[in-house]
């Protein structure tokens, strides 16, 4: 238990009430080690956002406790979880991560802006040379691929220096070039920078950049694999 | 087609909520005003028809130049000799023929002082046959005697009068003490909408308010069935030239027409505002269809790829504003009905005792304002419907389909164009004195031009605004300002509104500052007297505090102002009279031509540049046509330097006082040995008894005159005030419209990490930019304005261009406050958003 970035106990999280109540986490327990590249894999409707957004404090659970480190995120009002999103926890969506009206550069500061906080000066350095786009820093998202894109919100995910970065399909949009380079990136960011990163993954092929997948069917925990390959994982898919 | 609008109504209800608001609040605004006057007018009218009851006909002096114009009764007709009394009465038929007197006096409350200083106090004379009278004894007795006097009900109930009380009454040979000994009513009310109502017996009101041997009517009635036509005729036949004969019904028509005549002007004054209202709303409407538009272009670009036409989406669009339109009309409709009926029971509040009536809602208010409010949707919907129409039906495949910048240039050239002929328009109106509609319809053009022209402001502006804003809020001040020049068209237009506004109370500033700083100096130049009089409102000094004033030792040269109307041929002017000795010695009449001493040989001076222009020698005869004496041939005697509180004609106050049925002092003008609070003390002290003279020095009277100038701009300000409300409306509309848009940006934003309060505070820096803008835009062509109209008027009373700089600052610090203050919901619909539905919004 020790070193944990984020933990689940008990996860229960129900939508909607009476006939037409549905559950969505079935009392989940799970636990992410810091410094480590988890992915969280399952068929559509498993579960996989759900408790991403409820470890990230973007939403609450109905019953059970998520803790970021050894913070409980029950206890938080509006403003500390809003907090916590900005200075321990990285996200990176699917679609539409940055603020249209903001450079890159400035997206990518965003958390620390909003936390009236300068940047460190040579983290930032490192993380615009691992992301390889300090000739866009300048420009509009607009202007930005798509690939462009997420990587600068790989980048926003790491400036803060979290206690974990989490990525919902962070390529499920990407050509399987762009795709790669995001997952090289978040495999670097755990390798070279020490972060945490868990993200949910369709894709055997980004799993096995993984360290350990975490497998949920119907709202639970149904297995799990460490130091997966992508062969590995499609026979375990087969499974199902 | 028709489904899809009524669809897209019901879908988009509460953003259109806020659109019928402007048009609620601009019909409401119309209807109110048609309502008010409609119900004030009914109410007279009736009112004089009630009590106009008993008189079967009414001889009088053909008024020379037309009508009851100027709502003073009889003033404008000439009197009737008291002795035609006795040949009317001796007609046949004629049952009663009573002697009727209307003139002006003052009375005195409890305390000593006028009992009103805005309206006048009226005296009549007590006609013995009731049924004529068109006032009723509520108690006591009719006035009878040199002392005896009436007073109606309503002034009596405020001022505590009762039977029995000393009273005393400026009359024209100043005060005079008289025993109430009667209570009366007006019809059904306390009084006639305010004024006070006195009665005294024939010879006593012709003392005090006519003159002897002279009546203002004579009022008739007949044997029970005679027929009006039998009558009028038999009284005809036996009048003199110069009097005619119509009936009681007629003449009270017309008596109601000149108290409601002073009605339709307030009625204009308040459309005019209304009217500005609407074109303030315009903005609004015009925006928020824009935004709607943009909004559902994948929408619209569906219906186009499954075959909609694109007349069918225009058509869409301005079916959806037309019916905004007309519900927004028919709530104002309603609205306004209780608007009047609010100020109606706020002025017999104030102590305008109105009749009970029920409020008239005429077929014409429900017209004019449906029409007016359906239509002002319409037109302002007419641009976003047939940019709806030209959306491509590839428009709905792209995610990222903004508004294409193509017509940038088209914009430029035709907002240029917009603007300079309305700006040619104002200057015609302006300088070429082509009218006030002309000046309307210029600074209407000038408006939109410089809107379809604000939308190259909004960048360098709002950046120019908004650079302290980071260093102030940090990112979320850096992020109001994207936002603000995100959209340009639409921070223009949503400033726009604000610029109207204030741009129109920026212009009536400047007007009053320059007129305010003018006044000392035209004072100055036309004024030599070291104290002036006067009366409050619309009261004026009974001519005989002159002679009592004359009396105070130190006092060396007294002289009235009085004034009257005059005709030249049908032409209507204004004579000034003044005292032939001590005029020129109070009032600077600097002479061209001729002498100012003519005055006291009974003839006329004209101003200068009025002379020159009419082609007046000295020596020549103007033939004066006055209403009370017909035309007199004066003899010019001189010319003097225009003087603007003398007017362009003047005589003496005893050729005025021989040519008028009543002289009545607007001013007294004195020059004194001394000025000083002892012989403000003396003058005071010798005018105790008249009870509403102010006694005021050049310089108090200077600067009262500027404290009212005061009071009129804030009467402006406060009927600008809705404008200013409907634009604030629009800039809520603008934000929750805009937050909406942004919905998952938002979401996006509060992911990671930013709180409630800076997201507010994001809203908020970009209300105010907008605001600011608006102001700043409104603020400079408002002044631009204000300046264009004071050079246009510079021959006459303003002489000096003064900027208000304080109203201007005033102004920008409360659209800075207002601005923030209309974030206040948006930005809290914005914080209360869930952030993961936020976010995944489509
Ligand atoms: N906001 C919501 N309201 C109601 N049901 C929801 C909501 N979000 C998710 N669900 C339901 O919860 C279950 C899990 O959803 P989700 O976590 O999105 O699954 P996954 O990401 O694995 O596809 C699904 O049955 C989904 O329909
Ligand atoms: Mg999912």
Redesign the pocket.
Known sequence: MENAAAQAVEAVKIYGRGETAVTALDSVDVTFQAGRFSAIMGP?GSG???LMHCLAGLDRLTSGKVFIGDLDLGSLDDRRLTAVRRDRVGFIFQTFNLVPTLTALENLTLPLTLAGRKPDRAWLDSVVTTLGIGDRLKHKPLELSGGQQQRVAVGRALVTRPQIIFG??PTGNLDSRSSREVLKLLRNAVDQLGQTVVI?THDPGAAGFADRVVFLGDGRIVDEMTDPTAERVIDRMKLD | MFKATIKSLMAHKLRLALTALAVVLGVAFVSGTFVLTDTIKHTFNALFQQTSAGKDAVVRGVAPYGGNGNGDFNANRPLTPESLVATVRSTPGVTAADANVVGLVTLLNKSGKSVSSHAPTLAFSWLPDRKLSVLNLRRGVAPSGPDQMTIDNGTAKKQHFNIGDQVTVVGNQGPRQFTVVGITGFGSTDNLGGATVVTFDLPTVQQIAGKSGYVSEIDVSAVPGTPSATLLSAIGDRLPKGFEVVTGAEAAAQQANAVTQGLNQFNTILLVFAGIALFVGAFLIFNTFSILVGQRTRELALLRAIGASRRQINMSVLGEAAFTGLFGAAVGLGVGVGLAAGLYSLLSALGVDLPRSSLQFEARTAIVGLIVGTLVTLVSAVLPALRAGRIPPAAGLREDAVFQETSLRRRAVTGGAVFLVGALVLAVGLFASAGILAVGIGAALVFIGVAMLAPFAVKPLVSFLGRPLPALAGVTGQLGRENAVRNPRRTAATASALMVGLALVAAIATLGQSATASFNGLFDQSVKADYVLSAGGFTTVAPAAEGTLAAVPGITAVSGLSQAEWHLGRVGKQVTGIDPVAGPQVMTLDMVSGSAAALGRGEVLIDSTVAKNDHYRVGQVLPMGFVATGVRPVVIGGTFKTNQFLGNYVISSQLLAANVNQVRDQLIALRSAQVGPQMTAALQNALHSYGNVKVQTAAQFKSDQKKQLGTILAIVYALLGLSIVIALIGVVNTLALSVMERTREIGLLRAVGMQRRQLKRTIRSESLLVSVMGAILGLVLGTGLGVAVVSALGTSFITTIAIPVTTIVVVLILSAIFGVGAAVWPARRAAKLDVLEAIYTI
């Open positions: 559509s996989k956002s759900t919902d399909e949910v």
